[in-house]
């Protein structure tokens, strides 16, 4: 028997195996964003200081790096190979297509990344120890090294969406997967929204300054930088949502819900606010409402555009060719890679997939809902909770059919790859009928 090259699926049944990826995602997010945000804000301060001789820019630099260090460097460590882990047993062949395109592409990742945490030890340790050109010098290698960590990451999450050029399925080359339309405008979208969350968590270091003067002048400081990188930010996301493909806004019109715009626009407005807020009566920083701040950027603003993000290349995982419940959907000349379609078109799932247990390889009246549950879990539960709560939960969904109808609907509909918001999901008449038996059980 021929068996695909799958691996055993992962399922959280509460939050779903995507939800649980989605919250160690979120707070790297933060942690990283700022990070490299700050790495920038630190090297604009630091020219400030030694240009003008204002000693205490320096010293806010300092302090706030020993925030970085203990916050975003501790919780962005964690945090980030937790993204590995959850996305390699959430998504074993996204993750190895990945690998197989861009292993070197982390590599180099990996060197600017060494620097980057080299870089944020020399410029709180060093401070006041080196001389001022030198230390001016290091806090411009971190920003530079933590600005290059970004790039890479954002030419590999582009592709993950759609590999930059057409000719990269039969041609390969890594730079055809690399640079696409949509690369260039999360470069600018990304790098503002980093400045603007650099301001927001400079604002908890800012509000502990004790000087009157110099804390007021701080909070104006980031409050003017908040507002400019919101905006480009807004209109970054304006120009990179334009590039996306035809088929993402399909997806996103049928997935995101309607509440998004609206609240897109009210972060934006929330954002703005605050730093006119903060501008205006910079008394009021205090480090609750900095932190409450930097909270509700994380669920306001970073939760939606990831999960965004996240859905708008579905139902594909990675680069246009992984569905997202691990089936290779279209052939790779370039890399060798065949499509699977062919193989469950012929055989089914339950006679393809090598983690199925035996005794559930062929349909029959004894083994239907487990053969339906073994189903429902490689084939569904990547993107819906197989109870009735959690994500997209199947019991609602198919409440309004009875079995023969959703087998008909399953057969119909998913086997054949009509839904464009869901994988194209080949299955014989007595799976789809053991499928449908298993969620109307
Ligand atoms: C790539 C993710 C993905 C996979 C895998 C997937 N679905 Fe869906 N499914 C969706 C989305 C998105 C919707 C739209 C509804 C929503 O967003 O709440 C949906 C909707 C549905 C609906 C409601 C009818 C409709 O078209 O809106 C049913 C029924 C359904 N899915 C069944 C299944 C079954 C059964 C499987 C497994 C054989 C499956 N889906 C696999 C993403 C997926």
Request: charged fraction near 10%.
């Amino acid at each position: 028997m021929e068996l695909l090259g799958m691996y055993p699926t992962w399922y959280d049944p509460t939050l779903g195996s995507g939800w649980v990826l989605g919250v160690i995602a979120v707070i790297h997010v933060l942690a990283s964003h700022t990070s490299v945000g700050a790495a920038l804000v630190f090297a604009w301060l630091a020219t400030v200081a030694y240009r003008r001789q204002r000693p205490e820019l320096l010293e806010y630099v300092r302090r706030y790096g020993v925030v970085l260090l203990v916050f975003s460097y501790v919780l962005g460590s964690i945090t980030g190979p937790g993204i590995w882990f959850s996305a390699t047993v959430a998504s074993p062949r996204g993750i190895s297509a990945l690998i197989h395109s861009y292993v070197w592409v982390w590599a180099t990742e990996w060197v600017f990344f060494v620097g980057e945490v080299v870089g944020i030890y020399a410029l709180v340790y060093l401070a006041n120890k080196v001389d001022q050109k030198t230390h001016l010098n290091l806090v411009r290698f971190f920003a530079i090294a933590s600005w290059a960590t970004m790039l890479i990451i954002v030419g590999i999450l582009s592709f993950m969406m759609w590999p930059g050029q057409p000719a990269w399925y039969d041609q390969g080359g890594t730079l055809n997967g690399f640079y696409g339309p949509y690369t260039f405008g999360q470069v600018i979208t990304r790098t503002a929204f980093m400045l603007m969350c650099a301001a927001v968590v400079g604002g908890i270091v800012a509000s502990r300054i004790a000087d009157a003067d110099f804390r007021n002048e701080m909070a104006r400081k980031l409050a003017v930088l908040g507002i400019v990188a919101a905006v480009v930010a807004f209109l970054g996301l304006q120009w990179t949502l334009g590039t996306l493909p035809e088929h993402a806004r399909e997806v996103m019109a049928v997935r995101l819900p309607a509440w998004f715009v609206t609240s897109l626009w009210a972060t934006f407005g929330g954002i703005i606010a605050y730093f006119a807020l903060t501008f205006l009566v910079p008394r009021v920083l205090s480090p609750w409402l900095s932190v409450a701040a930097a909270v509700a950027v994380m669920v306001f603003g970073i939760w939606p555009e990831e999960t965004a993000r996240e859905s708008m290349r579905k139902p594909w995982v990675a680069g246009q060719y992984v569905y997202s419940n691990q089936v290779i959907g279209r052939d790779v000349p370039a890399l060798g890679v065949q499509s699977d379609l062919p193989a469950l078109q012929a055989r089914g799932m339950l006679a393809s997939h090598p983690f199925v247990p035996e005794g559930l390889r062929q349909v029959t009246a004894a083994n239907q809902a487990e053969a339906g549950h073994a189903l429902a879990l490689i084939y569904c539960s990547n993107c819906h909770n197989l109870g009735a709560s959690g994500i997209r939960p199947l019991g609602n969904l198919t409440a309004g059919m009875d079995e023969a109808g959703l087998a008909g609907f399953i057969s119909g509909a998913l086997a054949t790859g009509a839904m464009p918001h869901m994988p194209h999901m080949p299955m014989s008449d007595a799976e789809a009928g053991a499928l449908a038996h298993f969620l109307k059980r």
